[in-house]
């Protein structure tokens, strides 16, 4: 199994994603933005950051680069794909998703662990999941525009949809998103995008591992 | 090359935490009355065929999801 972790000017993740896809078992190299083919890949990381200075809007500018145009056809194909914090921002700017990030309500930056509750992960019917709705992951958030909005008759969609990944355990939603909500899926489940940082909770010393499992999920996402 | 200005504001109902920061700082200032702060974005530019500036807008200037624009051109 072959990752590739998208590298913007302005990413500062893709690292430390390069490390959980590797220890999520497989190899994994970095793809250029300016890089168009995705031929040896079978899944992409779309990374944290702050693509292009998130000039204008966060990953207004990313979602028009080449290697994010190679990203819309391989997720068309049915590619998995897993969009983390400047990552989420960039697929739902490249409608990849449904909704939009806004600036926190706190207007704070917000760096703290959180408890996401997954809500719907199962990956499509012949593939397996290790991870079941209702668990709870210990996973770090930081960011300053994580805000997920979306119009309610969005939201009643993707939760009607099961779109719903992960949701902040009641309590902990550290800037104000609708519904308490993490991170969704697209309606055929291939694409994931999510707030928090899977990507730092890959070893025991920091913490916690269940980022790793994330990634197990999201291999496993073809459709 | 004719000028044009897009103004991009957050959308009627979606709050907007710059504004409210705005507004609470507006007494510490001695500004009284003043109040539903909403802070936007302005683009100026000059395009040679201002007929594309919608389609401009609406792809990458705004977000139409979360943000009204409007364009004035010269």
């Given at each position: 199994m072959m990752w590739g972790v998208l590298q913007f000017p302005g990413s500062c993740d893709e690292r430390d994603a390069l490390l959980a896809c590797e220890l999520a078992g497989g190899e994994a190299r970095l793809v250029w933005?300016?890089?168009?083919?995705?031929?040896?890949?079978?899944a992409v990381v779309v990374p944290g950051g702050f693509s292009y200075g998130d000039y204008l809007r966060a990953g207004a500018i990313a979602r028009f680069s080449p290697a994010m145009e190679a990203v819309a056809e391989f997720a068309a194909g049915g590619g998995p794909v897993l969009g983390i914090c400047n990552g989420f921002q960039v697929l739902c700017e490249a409608d990849l998703l449904p909704g939009a990030l806004l600036l926190n309500e706190s207007m704070r930056f917000v760096c703290r662990q959180v408890d996401l509750q997954v809500g719907r992960l199962d990956p499509p019917e012949g593939t397996q999941s290790s991870i079941l709705p209702g668990e709870t992951l210990s996973i770090p958030a930081k960011h300053g525009e994580g805000r997920y909005w979306a119009p309610e008759e969005m939201l009643d969609a993707i939760e009607a949809n099961g779109q719903v990944a992960f949701r902040y355990a009641p309590?902990?939603?550290?800037?104000?998103?609708a519904r308490d909500i993490a991170g969704v899926r697209n309606e055929a489940g291939n694409v994931l995008g999510l707030m928090?940082?899977?990507?730092?909770?890959?070893?025991?010393?920091?913490?916690?591992?269940?980022?790793l499992r994330i990634f197990d999920a999201v291999a496993g996402a073809r459709v | 090359m004719p000028r044009a200005l897009v103004l991009i504001r957050p959308k009627e109902g979606i709050l907007d935490p710059q504004g409210k920061a705005v507004e609470r700082a507006l007494p510490a200032l001695g500004f009284e009355g003043i109040e539903h702060v909403r802070v936007g974005r302005m683009v100026e530019l000059e395009a040679e065929d201002p007929a594309q500036l919608t389609e401009l807008c609406e792809k990458l200037l705004a977000n139409p999801l979360i943000e009204d624009f409007e364009i004035e051109s010269f």
């Open positions: 933005h300016e890089e168009h083919g995705l031929d040896d890949i079978d309590g902990q939603n550290p800037n104000g998103s928090p940082h899977p990507e730092h909770a890959v070893d025991a010393m920091t913490g916690s591992t269940d980022g | -």
